[in-house]
């Protein structure tokens, strides 16, 4: 199997790598470098030049938008887009439910709902898990009720990704409730403002305000939101959550702070001498390293057997890379702890009760982000499917147990 890129696809990699260097804002990509929060605004414009250069939904079919480039270029792409770094585009409209209306939705709701998806002019949010469905997702409870040409809706969603500036949210809710748990569920897009929905916060333990609990309560949503028939919800979900793993290695995302590590390391002194030229420290780097361009082989392998045409399914290596991936993006937020040592442990007065994390930090002021980011990452080995159930479906679909 030949890993290596062609002439034609250096050259394109010197493209996009041109284009994110001189069209990336700059404010953006220090934000990603230095681990704070990007806002709604940032992804939104961000969105908005890819959109214009044609890039914005390159997987896309190209009468919606697509690009027509084959796995090798949308491997590259994202890749070169992770290492600028950029913002990902938000995965919620463009990876999830724009493919599904894609694949099942009707020609009505592919003209309304597509353009906006790729110029983020609606910022989609994701209903699936609830509390007691998430792992085992076909459990879920929430209801839709039919009433002549609109649905009712009743129930709680949790976990749900920036509810907080969505405009819409695709739904999986119950529409049999006496059926096997996966055949009577269907997949319902709703718009945030209809009476009756209400969002509230779950903080992190980062502090941030990412994820919600979303109530729905006598939600009116008009039949022609549901997509394809009522009932098969389940068949789209599955859809929907293969597409969800491919990419998740992130690995363009671990070089880059794999990078910005080495940066910090080589401005902090121990006896003297920068970090980065500690021999235990330089140990730590190179395993990782290794690891990370282990992983990239598994990544180039998984797309070199796409570009042979593939089986036109995800390939359940993707889990692999789920696991991988999200162990060594954890693995590098450890190191930068190592990094700064103590002054990455946020200030605690004396006589509160609770941790602060949003304290003036004592260390230097790049400092103050690295405990939260240490904790934010904790969420890539579970969201997406847990690492456990990666490890299921590898058990099931590679090793045949
Ligand atoms: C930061 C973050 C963002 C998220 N965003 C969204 C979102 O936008 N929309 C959305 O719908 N959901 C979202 N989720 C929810 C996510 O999909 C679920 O958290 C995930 O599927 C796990 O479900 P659960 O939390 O209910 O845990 P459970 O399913 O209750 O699992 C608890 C533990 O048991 C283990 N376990 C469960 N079943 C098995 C099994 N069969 N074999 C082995 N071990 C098992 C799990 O691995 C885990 O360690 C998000 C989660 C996080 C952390």
């Known amino acids: 199997m030949d890993l290596r890129f062609t002439p034609e696809e ?22 990603i470098i230095e681990g704070r929060r990007l806002l709604k605004s940032d992804l939104v414009e961000w969105q908005r030049i890819l959109n214009k250069k044609g890039w914005a939904v390159p997987h896309w079919p190209q009468l919606w938008g697509g690009t027509g480039w084959n796995s090798v270029k949308l491997y590259i792409f994202r890749d070169e887009l992770q290492q600028t770094p950029a913002p990902e585009p938000l995965a919620f409209g463009v990876n999830m439910v724009g493919p599904v209306i894609i694949a099942f939705g009707n020609e009505a709701q ?35 009720r039919r009433d002549s040409d609109h649905y009712v809706v009743n129930g709680q969603k ?13 739904c999986l809710v119950r529409t049999d409730p006496v059926a096997k748990k996966q055949e009577g569920i269907s997949f319902l897009l709703i718009d945030m403002k209809t009476p009756g929905i209400s969002v ?5 333990i980062d502090g941030g305000h990412e994820v919600n609990e979303v109530f729905f309560d006598d939600v009116r949503v008009s039949s022609e939101n549901l997509i394809g028939q009522e009932n098969k919800g389940w068949d789209y979900a599955k859809f929907l959550l293969s597409n969800e793993r491919t990419g998740i290695a992130r690995i363009g995302i671990s070089k880059a702070r794999l990078h910005r590590v080495k940066e910090l390391a080589a401005l902090e002194q121990v006896d003297g001498r920068p970090l980065l030229e500690d021999e235990a420290f330089r140990r730590k780097v190179a395993a990782i390293e290794v690891e990370l361009r282990a992983l990239e082989m598994t990544q180039l392998r998984v797309v070199a057997a796409e ?18 991936g999200s162990e060594l993006q954890q693995a590098i937020t450890e190191l930068m702890l190592d990094v ?9 007065r ?23 980011n240490y904790f934010n990452m904790r969420k890539v080995s579970i969201y997406g499917g847990t690492n456990e159930i990666q490890k299921n479906i590898i058990a099931k679909a590679i090793l045949g147990l």
Request: proline share 10%.
């Open 10 to 31: 250096i050259a394109f990699r010197d493209e996009v790598r041109a284009f994110m260097r001189d069209h990336v804002p700059e404010p953006t990509r220090r934000k």
């Open 110 to 144: 592919k003209k309304k709902f597509l353009p906006r998806i790729a110029n983020l002019d609606d910022w989609w949010c994701q209903g699936f898990s609830e509390p007691g469905a998430g792992s085992d997702l076909a459990s879920l409870k929430t209801t839709a």
């Open 307 to 324: 570009r042979k045409g593939g089986n036109g399914k995800p390939d359940p290596a993707s889990s692999i890379l789920k696991i991988k």
């Open 350 to 372: 004396a006589g509160e009760d609770s941790e602060r994390w949003n304290e003036p930090p004592v260390g230097p002021e790049w400092a103050e982000t690295l405990a939260p």
């Open 340 to 348: 700064v040592g103590p002054y990455a442990l946020p200030e605690q």
């Open 158 to 170: 949790t976990w749900t990704t920036y509810a907080q500036y969505a405009d819409w949210i695709f």
């Open 200 to 204: 509230r916060p779950i903080q992190t």
